[in-house]
């Protein structure tokens, strides 16, 4: 049997609600770049138009999908990565503990993964924010730092674009001082893209807004491409907790839990949030889903089954519908993901996981 132990009800003071249950006993203008679009086969096409929905009770297509993509491919656990501008070993390690801002980009137009190529990148970008601070004087860090290197590598297999602006520390530091990182990433694919055109369609960002915003002006410019902020649906905050909700880092599983937006007309009370034992809520998906293993495919519909099971499960507990509310965030042991593009892993066993199923996402997204 299930029972609720507490939940703090709204006061004029109050401004957010919890709710703990207990373990159970028993997508701006496109540029021409997004030309390279017409590469996706029309089947995908209807696929990303059903996908569309809103929560909690979307219109579901009858398509199926994995809970995650298997990739086959070797990813190193080394840290750093070879000279400037060379074919790099990628550390997922890097990713970890780490707040990243998602960006979606159309297909880039002339983009190259050569190294010379990468180096002159290197180059030009380091002139574009040397102009940028001299005409404008944009405070990049602390006592108007100026940056000094510019680093952009790629990994052997073409997925993968690193790019950091760094600057000098002061005498007795062995290391630059990283002012933004920007991970450029493709899943593995069959899209069949013009030979003018590369693919890397997920950007996580760290760094400044200034310093973000004039990386993307530069990057559209060069490369007559798109980057918008990745907006994450409540469907895809659900799928996410589906793939992930019996995942864990190796330590003490961490409760899933769900931040919920307050209606407008609610006074006293901002956000609720709800959290949830991860094994429960990992029962109550297999009860669903018919299958522990992650590489089962699944349906929309049970996706959508397993929100209206959470909602049912609240409302039972506490007479308030979930549908009634807009989902902000999830978090779960290995992630934690904002509808506003806000994302950070805890674990970099996962991170392809969730960097693939953000990467379809957001091609599908462009089609919309």
């Not at 030009?124 to 680093?151: P, W």
């Amino acid at each position: 049997m299930i029972t609720p132990t507490s939940i703090t009800h709204a006061t004029p003071e109050a401004q957010t609600m919890t709710a703990q249950i207990t373990p159970i006993q028993t997508r701006p203008e496109r540029g021409e770049g997004s030309k390279g679009l017409t590469w996706l086969s029309e089947k995908r096409r209807r696929t990303a138009r059903s996908l569309q929905s809103s929560f909690p009770y979307p219109k579901t297509p009858a398509g199926t999908r994995p809970l995650h993509s298997t990739l086959h491919r070797q990813h190193s656990t080394k840290t750093g990565h070879q000279a400037n501008n060379r074919d790099c070993e990628f550390s997922w390690q890097g990713l970890v503990n780490k707040t990243w801002h998602v960006y979606k980009l159309s297909p880039m137009h002339l983009f190259s993964f050569e190294p010379d190529s990468l180096k002159i990148y290197s180059k030009h970008l380091a002139a574009h924010f040397e102009a940028v601070m001299n005409n404008t004087a944009v405070d990049v860090g602390e006592n108007n730092d100026r940056i000094e290197n510019v680093k952009i590598s790629a990994t052997d297999s073409k997925d993968i674009v690193e790019l950091q602006l760094c600057q000098k520390q002061k005498q007795g530091s062995n290391s630059d001082r990283v002012l933004l990182s920007a991970i450029f990433f493709c899943p593995k694919t069959d899209a069949d893209l013009p030979n003018a055109f590369t693919l890397l369609p997920l950007l996580l960002i760290k760094g400044s807004l200034k310093l973000i915003g004039n990386l993307i002006a530069w990057w559209q410019a060069q490369f007559d491409t798109c980057i918008t902020k990745f907006i994450i649906s409540p469907l895809q905050l659900m799928w996410l907790v589906a793939m992930l909700a019996g995942s864990t880092t190796g330590q003490r599983s961490k409760p899933v839990e769900f931040l919920f937006k307050m209606p407008e007309d609610v006074r006293g009370l901002s956000t609720l949030t709800f959290c949830i034992n991860a094994d429960d809520c990992q029962r109550i998906w297999q009860s669903i889903h018919g299958s522990s293993n992650p590489d089962d495919l699944c349906t929309s519909e049970q996706v959508v089954s397993f929100i209206s099971a959470m909602d049912e499960h609240f409302y039972h507990h506490f007479g308030v519908r979930l549908q009634a509310l807009h989902l902000c965030s999830v978090g779960t042991a290995v992630v934690h993901v904002s509808n506003d593009g806000r994302l950070k892993i805890y674990s970099a066993d996962h991170a392809i996981r969730i960097l693939t199923y953000l990467a379809e996402e957001a091609m599908k997204q462009d089609l919309l």
